[in-house]
């Protein structure tokens, strides 16, 4: 906990909260640009979906670039600016705003899910903690109506949390093993209201997107305009989806309509109406950028939402995500999970916190080096590329420029 209260604490002349050079590199990262702008070029073309990934140091952006389109129909392109969906990386949020909440003494993360929602029938919630569902070790199964495809496409954080009032066994003995499952981060859409009187959506506005300046982050909401949407695509095919780098494993038909890049490629657009769970928040729902997300990494380093004693927490390895029995999602060696961030201790290699996310046509990830004080993030409306892969490659890069230690 020391290592990351001093990484917490380090930061904290960091005074670039709203960062006004969004898109200058500070310092002299000339063969650094280059070899990312060739490594993003070798992977996707300027006129089909492609992403946008951002580099910074000390809490500056070093490297800023976009590739492809973020919407097939008009040519929108990518950028820093552009709107992604970031599926569970969104969960991130909804834990610095329980943990903002314990520190105004609202709740405690010790606290019993039955203190919550009393008319839940069965005793196995006196048992869960709120710790236990931040962690992804509550030992509850994910049993929503799969079979029901209006339900998938179209559940709100309450419809999804519904299944939970009968529900009456466990997978296992809560805080014992690591289950990453989504619709227990959906109780906190009920208890943040419970807490505070307001709206999930109204409380995260005020504690955490317009504290950390974030003007172009929004929860998404069915005929929301959100500007410079990115939409999802996959390629048009007959596809069953799966592995330990996505959060979901689903099968997928080939849509009658498509859009054809200059590689002959056939794109399908897969998001909100397309794939299931796009609907609910506390889970998921947000969209925002990359230029938006630097900001957010900043506020958190620099104590501006929650203390650096309340962050150490969320960094924390809680549950041992590696050889779990019940989850393959990024079930690597040298692996825990936090509150809302995994945490990647390798042998040999820098301290990495990071999360993925998935959903639809997109696939996006955040990554956090406290030694070297990096952050990667990186943005895809488009999900056929390996992640981790392309990850890997980049921290190469960083390392061999000197960035990385």
């Given at each position: 906990m020391k290592h990351y209260l001093k990484y917490?604490?380090?930061?904290?002349?960091?005074?670039?909260?709203?960062?006004?050079?969004?898109?200058?590199?500070?310092?002299?990262?000339?063969?650094?640009?280059?070899?990312?702008?060739?490594l993003l070029s070798a992977n996707y073309l300027p006129?089909?979906?492609?992403?946008?990934?951002?580099?910074?140091?000390?809490?500056?952006?070093?490297?800023?670039?976009?590739?492809?389109?973020?919407?097939?129909?008009?040519?929108?392109?990518?950028?820093?600016?552009?709107?992604?969906?970031?599926?569970?990386?969104?969960?991130?949020?909804?834990a610095v705003g329980a943990l903002k909440l314990c520190e105004n003494g609202k709740i405690s993360l010790d606290d019993s899910v039955n203190k919550y929602f009393p008319e839940f029938k069965s005793d196995i919630w006196k048992s869960v903690k709120l710790k236990?569902?931040?962690?992804?070790?509550?030992?509850?199964?994910?049993?929503r109506p799969r079979t029901n495809r209006d339900f998938m496409?179209?559940?709100?954080?309450?419809?999804?949390?519904?299944?939970?009032?009968?529900?009456?066994?466990?997978?296992?003995?809560?805080?014992?093993?690591?289950?990453?499952?989504?619709?227990?981060?959906?109780?906190?859409?009920?208890?943040?209201?419970k807490c505070t009187g307001k709206s999930f959506e109204q409380y995260q506005q005020e504690n955490i997107f317009s504290v950390a300046g974030m003007n172009h982050t929004c929860y998404f909401a069915a005929g929301k305009l959100i500007e410079n949407m990115a939409h999802g695509y996959v390629i048009n095919e007959?596809?069953?989806?799966?592995?330990?780098?996505?959060?979901?494993?689903?099968s997928r038909s080939k849509s009658s309509h498509d859009y054809v890049d200059t590689n002959g490629t056939h794109w399908a657009e897969c998001?909100?109406?397309?794939?299931?769970?796009?609907?609910?928040?506390?889970?998921?729902?947000?969209?925002?950028?990359?230029?938006d997300f630097l900001k957010w990494e900043?506020?958190?380093?620099?104590?501006?939402?929650?203390?650096?004693k309340a962050i150490s927490q969320a960094y924390k390895k809680h549950i041992k995500v590696s050889g779990s029995k019940y989850c393959t999602y990024q079930n690597r060696a040298n692996t825990w999970y936090g509150y809302g961030w995994f945490i990647d201790d390798t042998p040999g290699k820098e301290l990495k916190i990071y999360h993925t996310g998935d959903n639809g046509g997109f696939q996006a990830y955040a990554a956090k080096y406290p030694e070297s004080k990096v952050n990667v993030i990186m943005f895809e409306n488009r999900n056929d590329i390996d992640r981790w892969t392309m990850q890997q490659k980049i921290e190469l890069i960083l390392r061999e420029e000197g960035v990385l230690k």
């Open positions: 917490a604490l380090s930061l904290i002349f960091v005074s670039s909260m709203m960062i006004t050079n969004i898109g200058c590199a500070s310092g002299n990262h000339d063969n650094l640009k280059e070899r990312l702008d060739s006129d089909s979906p492609g992403a946008a990934l951002l580099i910074a140091k000390d809490g500056k952006v070093i490297y800023d670039n976009g590739i492809g389109v973020a919407d097939m129909n008009t040519h929108a392109k990518i950028n820093g600016n552009t709107a992604f969906n970031i599926a569970s990386i969104s969960k991130q949020f909804t236990h569902l931040l962690s992804h070790c509550s030992g509850v199964p994910d049993a496409l179209h559940a709100t954080d309450l419809q999804s949390i519904e299944y939970m009032h009968d529900l009456d066994s466990l997978k296992f003995v809560p805080g014992t093993y690591y289950d990453y499952i989504n619709p227990t981060f959906d109780l906190f859409y009920v208890i943040f209201t007959d596809a069953i989806l799966s592995g330990t780098d996505s959060d979901y494993a689903k998001d909100y109406g397309e794939e299931t769970f796009f609907a609910t928040k506390a889970d998921g729902g947000i969209y925002t950028t990359t230029h900043n506020a958190l380093s620099t104590e501006s939402i929650i203390s650096a």
